[in-house]
T-cell receptor
Framework: GIQVEQSPPDLILQEGANSTLRCNFS?????LQWFHQNPWGQLINLFY???GTKQNGRLSATTVATERYSLLYISSSQTTDSGVYFC???????????????FGQGTTLQVKP | DAGITQSPRYKITETGRQVTLMCHQTWSHSYMFWYRQDLGHGLRLIYYSAAADITDKGEVPDGYVVSRSKTENFPLTLESATRSQTSVYFCATARQDGYEAFFGQGTRLTVV
């Protein structure tokens, strides 16, 4: 099946710092999403970004589908950004991974005040 | 608009018992998914469904049974629960293949 690797696994920042999270995947995809899991366990949709670049406030994401990676940028981090960030992908139509939304292992972010 | 509703939110059951986790959606999305989340393993896909009466295995299907007789419901059954199935279970939906997926609040299941 499709492999999804996220890096780094853990990240500690001081409030106000910037960071970049990476997601590599092993096959062509027709869906790529970034999620934030808050301390209460809720999964929050951040970006639906199978290709291109999007921005939402202090967060932005870029997916380069031809090179099979995506980046999530967090600028001016706040303590409320703490939690686990997941990347998830679904294989392109016609592939053996069609329809399966597969998650990476996540990046655990801690923002210190 | 309730979106996705998982029930129960918390469940404790005994080893060997059958237990069913429910997932209900109000969006008429075609795709539905079940995941389990364990410490150190992220979210792993158990089963998914492309439409009513169409289901397929994910990464960790053993010990689970699903059905989808109606578009809006996708129950997950543990026919004989084991302690290794203690986990948090998430249901998700997507309008179509390749579309954005949305998650329910999760069900915390403990098998004793």
């Amino acid at each position: 099946g499709i492999q999804v690797e996220q890096s780094p696994p853990d990240l500690i920042l001081q409030e106000g710092a910037n960071s970049t999270l990476r997601c590599n995947f092993s096959d062509s995809v027709n869906n790529l999403q970034w999620f934030h899991q808050n301390p209460w366990g809720q999964l929050i949709n951040l970006f639906y970004i199978p290709s291109g670049t999007k921005q939402n406030g202090r967060l932005s994401a870029t997916t380069v589908a031809t090179e099979r990676y995506s980046l999530l940028y967090i600028s001016s981090s706040q303590t409320t950004d703490s939690g686990v960030y997941f990347c998830a992908v679904a294989g392109a139509r016609g592939s053996s991974n069609t329809g399966k939304l597969i998650f990476g292992q996540g990046t655990t972010l801690q923002v210190k005040p | 608009d309730a979106g996705i509703t998982q029930s129960p939110r918390y469940k404790i059951t005994e080893t060997g018992r059958q237990v069913t986790l429910m997932c209900h959606q109000t969006w008429s999305h075609s795709y539905m998914f079940w995941y389990r989340q364990d410490l150190g393993h992220g979210l792993r896909l158990i089963y998914y469904s492309a439409a009513a009466d169409i289901t397929d295995k994910g990464e960790v299907p053993d010990g689970y049974v699903v059905s989808r007789s109606k578009t809006e419901n996708f129950p997950l059954t543990l026919e004989s629960a084991t302690r290794s199935q203690t986990s948090v279970y998430f249901c998700a939906t997507a309008r179509q293949d390749g579309y954005e997926a949305f998650f329910g609040q999760g069900t915390r299941l403990t098998v004793v």
